[in-house]
């Protein structure tokens, strides 16, 4: 799964949701008629005029909802169907997402049926959004299954285990209770944090992350323990899953979080010889700036930079962003030079406002350095 899903625009032909079209019913329905040959091909390929009227998740929710009126009523026929569809290759990735919404939707009483299903599937497409209905539904069955999936020899159902149970997932349904107590998915962590795959270990990363917006001194106090408990051989991999899980934090200056990474807020530190290229930007146009950074202390100094823009808001009040920009070892009363260019250009996440902007240089959790720069749109 990507990290950030596509605009869906329908200018864009780019768009994540032309996957969903004539051409994939085309082969969805092939693949599908080869093991149930009652499948009427003609009837389902009609959708297509109807899937141009819709954005992505409509797409899917339209293509489930015909696989239901046209697969055998009974739910274990027609999962067992689906699963022999994907044997030809035909089908994978995104092409696959009317499945999971498929067993996610009709599967939810069926529960080590569609689980085992969804363990199939996502080993060719994520199931981590179509598990979290079942975690809502059936806790404990299903937090136990994925306990055992996080044992699984293929990376894949290792990484659905712990991305599924993501309290935050990103495009996926919030798990309130999880959000409250981050505790019940912790054997899971625990059973991932020295996996040999960094795709899992990224994933274990993202939902410590994910914790520390909501219990950052439990995150803490997790990896702190990690850290003492990881042997030679392992001691990098912890060090890596620290960095990522503690981003957020280490982003607002959290003290705690910081000296986890070895990072010191009271660095002796100051900021010189700040440049931008200009005070007034319009859209399409890059910010550039550099500055030097001067140690003031006789010892080596362990510095995380990051620079935060203040958005103006359609009320004209500023929402401040935090960008990661540097980070890097000091010498004794070193100096180092840091450039960067930020593009000022459209994105479907934020709506830009003409007015004066405020750009901001924190070193170690603290702001060094700000000064105010105009957007005219």
């Not at 599937?121 to 079942?134: G, K, M, Q, Y």
């Not at 924190?362 to 749109?377: P, T």
Request: aromatic letters at 8%; a positive charge; glycine letters at 4%.
């Amino acid at each position: 799964m990507p990290q950030q899903l596509d605009t869906q625009s329908a200018s864009n032909p780019q768009a994540l949701k032309h996957i969903f079209n004539k051409l994939l019913l085309e082969r969805m329905s092939q693949a599908i008629g080869k093991v149930y040959p009652p499948f009427n091909q003609q009837c389902f390929l009609e959708l297509a005029q109807e899937l141009e009227t819709v954005e992505m998740k409509g797409r899917v929710l339209l293509i489930r909802n015909e696989l239901r009126n046209q697969l055998p009523q009974d739910f274990s026929q027609a999962v067992k169907i689906l699963l022999q569809s994907t044997e030809c290759g035909a089908l994978n990735g995104f092409a696959l997402w009317p499945y999971t919404e498929f067993i996610q939707a009709y599967g939810l009483e069926e529960v080590k049926l569609s689980l085992d299903a969804l363990k199939e599937l996502t080993r060719l497409f994520t199931s981590e959004f179509a598990v979290r209905p079942f975690l809502k539904r059936h806790p404990s069955y299903t937090l136990q299954y994925l306990e055992t999936c996080a044992l699984d020899k293929d990376v894949h159902v290792r990484r659905w285990a712990c991305e599924g149970t993501r309290p935050r997932l990103p495009w996926g349904e919030r798990l309130q209770e999880f959000v409250r107590d981050p505790s019940p998915p912790l054997l899971i962590l625990e059973r991932l944090k020295f996996d040999s795959e960094l795709y899992v270990r990224k994933s274990v990363s993202n939902h410590l992350n994910d914790i520390a917006k909501d219990h950052p001194d439990w995150v803490i106090t997790l990896l702190s323990s990690w850290k003492k408990s990881a042997g030679t051989e392992d001691a990098a991999k912890i060090e890596w899953i620290i960095h990522r899980a503690l981003r957020t934090l280490i982003k607002k200056g959290h003290p705690e979080a910081l000296k986890l990474i070895d990072v010191s807020q009271d660095a002796q530190i100051k900021i010189t010889e700040f440049k931008i290229n200009q005070k007034k930007f319009t859209i399409g146009e890059q910010i550039e700036f550099e500055f030097r950074l001067q140690s003031l202390s006789a010892n080596p100094q362990k510095v995380v930079i990051d620079y935060i823009i203040h958005f103006v808001k359609a009320n004209q009040s500023k929402s401040p962003k935090v960008f990661k920009l540097k980070a890097l070892m000091l010498p004794a009363k070193g100096v180092g030079l840091i450039t960067k260019s930020h593009h000022l250009k459209k994105v479907t996440t934020r709506t830009h406002y003409p007015g004066l902007h405020l750009l901001e240089i924190q070193v170690n959790g603290r702001v060094l350095h700000q000064m105010d720069w105009e957007l005219r749109v």
